[in-house]
Structure formats: C-alpha cells, structure tokens
C-alpha cells in the first residue's frame, strides 16, 4: 500500500502539515469539522477540506485507503479522534501534544491501539529541531550527559486572557508546558525517581503556580527544574557533560560554555529545515512515514511518564 495521509483538523497546526506533506511529496487529504474553517483552510492553502467531521468520513468513506493518519485539532478533541480512529482499525496516528488530558482518557487509548495493534505516537516536534541533534551529537563526542536542568515557565498574564476551553487551562502543563518537559526527558532519559515541590495558584491553573523538582532517570542522569508562572522567564535547557555545559535558550539555539571557561560561544549548525519549515515538523513527519520511532514519543513512553507531569503539577486526578 503506498503511502496516504489524512490530516484530522483544519487550523493553522493543519496547514503547516499540508506544507511539510507537500515537501516530501506524499498524497493527503484533510478532514475537518465546519465549513467556515474549510474555507479558511482553503483560501491559505489551496486545499480543499471535507467537512463534517471525523465520524461523519469514517461512517461514509472509511480509512482502509489511509496509510498513516495526522491529528491536529484543538487540544481537547484530540482524545476523541484518536478513538475515532482507532475503533475504525487505523494502524498509524501522530496526534498533536498531548493527546489525552486524563489519565482515564490515556488507558482508554492504550487498550484500544492494543486491540487493533496500531501505532500511536505523540507529536513532541522539538525533538527534532536542528539545535537538538547537534546537541545530541555534542552529548555523544563527550563521552555522555551528566545533568539536565530545565525551566517551563507560562506568562500567566497572557495565558489567562486566551480563549481557551477550562480544562486545556487547568491542565496546561499537560496541554503546553510538556513540550519543554518531554525534550528533557529526551535528554535524560524517563525519572527513575523526582522530588517535587508545588506553591500557589493561579485563577486558571488552580494546581499551582511555583514548581520546583530534582531526580535521576533511568540512565543516571540527575535533573532539577524550577519554573515560576507569576513571576519573569521563558523555556530553556541546560544540558552537562564531562567536557562543556550546552545550553538552549532559546530551544531553537545551542550556546556552549567549555569545561575550565566562562565564556558563552554560539555553536553553528544547519537548521534550513528550521526556517523552511515550522521547526522539528518536516524531520518529525518523515520519521513517522518512514515507521522510523527512534525518536518518536510512543503512546507507551507517554503513558510510562504521565505520572510524572501530573506530579510536577500537583494535579490531584491521576488516578
């Protein structure tokens, strides 16, 4: 069967798919739900959208001539795609992050791709920006990590003012904050064992709004984190080895500063992809049509560390 995409959603994650999809020369087709957005989607891309819905096209056309399935909704219709999907026998989804915000929603989903044996994976892109592997070869030539450090700091003030759905707001560590999280468990490696520490609250994160947190992973790496969502910051990660710390702030970048120094050195690299592209997604998509999961975020890795953003949170419902 040759390779066929259905991209689930009409938004802007949506186009910037059709535009990666239409650089690897891969045939798609995209579904969304209302007219409006089809003809927005339309008019910026040139594609045409079937409305209705993901139920309304399994009901009338099926999946059985779909190779591999993108889902790039809104994030709390993610979880019901994928179960769309996956009652329909659909055996290869990227679902944008997070996927699930409950963890009765993240059993679910596993049970199900379990049944129809299909391959779920989470769509972590900064995975695969271009600072990353030449961050990942850095960690190589030095003989390993030693630590990770790491802040997700939001902006409350600008948060709080989004239109956003209540829950994607009290579950925003799941919905955003993991993206900075899960690429320094890339790094690190899943926590072995994580102390945590969460202060305050916010009106829209009622959880929490201080976090602070040190471990080890599995591979022996220690990492700590502090993030303040009332105070100043922005997402960064500091990654140590034997010789040099790197740091990447922002993700985009790589700064290093070499054992027995102080001083701060852009590292060159080649991030064309980056700038063609909205960045990590053109390397992402190919990988995941390429059934290539090197560094693809399972369903199962995500399930393994869910336990873990919940407690970094302070989200009382994880069970």
């Avoid at 990492?223 to 997402?235: C, E, F, I």
């Avoid at 592209?277 to 890795?301: A, H, V």
Wanted: hydrophobic share 40%; charged share 25%.
């Amino acid at each position: 069967m040759s390779k066929k995409v259905l991209i689930i959603g009409s938004g802007l994650m949506a186009q910037e798919y059709v535009k990666v999809l239409g650089g690897l020369d891969v045939a798609f087709e995209v579904v969304g739900r209302g007219t409006k957005s089809a003809e927005s989607f339309y008019q910026e891309t040139g594609v045409t959208v079937v409305a209705g819905g993901i139920d309304n096209f399994i009901e009338t056309k099926g999946v059985a001539s779909y190779s591999h399935f993108i889902i790039a909704t809104n994030v709390t219709q993610l979880f019901g795609n994928v179960v769309s999907l996956l009652k329909a026998g659909a055996k290869n989804i990227l679902v944008e992050k997070p996927c699930v915000l409950e963890l009765y929603q993240l059993t679910k989903l596993q049970e199900l791709a379990g049944k129809v044996e299909s391959n779920v994976y989470i769509a972590y892109n900064r995975r695969f920006f271009s600072s990353v592997i030449k961050a990942r070869e850095l960690i190589e030539e030095d003989g390993g990590l030693e630590m990770v450090k790491f802040d997700f700091t939001e902006w409350s003030h600008v948060i709080e003012k989004l239109e956003k759905d209540p829950l994607e707001k009290e579950r925003w560590l799941l919905a955003n904050s993991t993206h900075v999280i899960d690429l320094a468990f890339f790094f690190s490696g899943t926590p072995k064992e994580l102390k945590t520490v969460v202060s305050g609250s916010l009106d829209w994160h009622q959880s929490g709004q201080i976090f602070s947190g040190a471990g080890v992973s599995e591979k022996g790496v220690v990492l700590s984190y502090g993030s303040d969502w009332g105070s100043a910051g922005r997402w960064w990660v500091e990654l140590f080895t034997p010789k040099r710390k790197l740091k990447l702030c922002p993700v985009e970048s790589v700064v290093e500063t070499l054992k027995g120094t102080v001083s701060e050195n852009v590292v060159e690299f080649d991030d064309s992809l980056d700038k063609e592209y909205k960045p990590g997604l053109f390397l992402q998509t190919r990988s995941f049509l390429s059934n290539d999961n090197s560094d693809l975020k399972l369903l199962s890795e995500f399930s393994k560390e869910f336990s873990f953003y919940c407690q970094i949170a302070g989200y009382d419902s994880v069970e």
